[in-house]
């Protein structure tokens, strides 16, 4: 019985053994195999070696044959489909949020993101103000539901007009800010007015808590006044969202009067608006918030240290007044309870030391420089482009294209060539008027790399056209 036949049998029999045995069980000898089944030497050798190529059994000279593991049965790969019809159509696209946050591979040079490069951030300090931190009393008890009360403080503070603590309400972060605020004033399936272009993450919020969004057009000076009362008579709509500060992407700033003239409108329509203003911190001329010049509850503002300070210090307010933010504090209850109390407490730290001015004074410097800089590189390297504005503050520049340019094939050229951009289609709620990037300034580390940024892009556009 030294044929292939019988090599297979008795591979076959000793499999079934090694089933049953544990890992490191002996199987039985070559001779006690040969003496059962009446094979040969070789016969057995040979299935035993092909037991081994199979790795379920290890074999060592001199002791015999040792089982490596228990074979797992061969079972169906598991069948998600199900998932499909239960969850129905609400699907939450996150693409363009993603690619804002992703880390950029090794050598290329980031003209997108949303948070200042490593070296900008005052992490020392951070460090240093959490060290004192979590040596206050009750640093790790739970905080007051709402914040706690000297940071809601700060934030009325910031907000001015006569807006108080009281009407302040800590979250974790400028996002999730947006995703209480969209909750809180309109049910699923109305409509929401949003200022286009403008920030992805709204849209994505909005979209996610079943919102249909309407466009409205902006100029210089920020969203039209005329057709935002259109807008709010075409649709019925009951919320605007609105970025009046070094607004995401364009960098317009919205200055006082049409801030009241937006107000206006609003109030007229029985509406809120949704002031984000993200930018604060990273401007030092900014007229003052939509927020300080209501007095009847039309504004739901929020402000966000994230972007100022560091991508994990998740800590903004949401100032509201009225039934709106009874609902706002009720969906963070239940959604999430309350911010951490060792993240407030370092926030408080923080924005009430000398580290505090020093960091916005060196940020608005380097904004400016760094700004500057790039508008520079564009208009030498790029002088078919052209710049929507120089902004007063903030990270980014909107640059429009050629017309003839395609706008996806040259953001995935400059990705192959070693710098991202941000496709100027993810911030329109509709179709884009033209091609338009998102170039940002503050996350490549130095002057030199935005300039090989800007150089990169360029020969891109020249290899696209």
Known sequence: MDNDSSI??????????????RPGDRLPSSREIM???????????RAIGRLAAEGRVVTRPGSGAFVTHRPERPTDTADFSWQTVALGDRVVDDSAITGLLDRPPEGVVPLTGGYPHAGLRPDRQLAAAAARAVRRPDAWAMPPLTGLAE??????????????????????????GLAHAFRALAAPGTQVLVETPTYPGALSSAR??????????????????????EAFAVTGARVFYSQPTVHNPTGTTMPRE??????QVARAAGAFVIEDDFARFLTEQAPPPMVSMDTDGTVVHISSLTKVLSPSMRVAAVIARGPAAHRLRAGQLV?????????????????GSPAWRRHLTA??????????????ELAARLPAAELHLLPRGGMHLWVRLPPE????ALVEAAQRNGVLVSPGRIYYPSEPPGPRVRVTHIAAAHLAELAEGVRRLAQALANTS
């Open 35 to 45: 003496r059962r089944h009446n094979v040969s030497p070789v016969t057995v050798s």
């Open 208 to 229: 996610a808590a079943g919102l249909r969004t309407t466009a409205v057009p902006m100029d210089l000076e920020g969203v039209r006044p005329d057709l935002l009362a």
């Open 258 to 263: 049409r801030r009241e003239q937006v107000l």
């Open 335 to 351: 959604e999430s309870f309350f911010v951490a109390r060792p993240l407030q407490e370092t926030a408080l730290e923080f924005v």
């Open 151 to 176: 940071l809601r403080r700060w934030f009325a503070a910031q907000a001015g007009g006569d807006v108080t603590a009281a009407d302040a309400l800590i979250v974790s972060g400028g996002q999730a």
């Open 363 to 376: 940020m608005h410097a380097e904004i400016a420089t760094r700004r500057d800089a790039l508008a520079a």
């Open 8 to 21: 297979t049998q008795i591979a076959t029999i000793l499999r079934e053994e090694i089933s049953r045995l």
């Open 405 to 408: 340019t395609d706008e996806r």
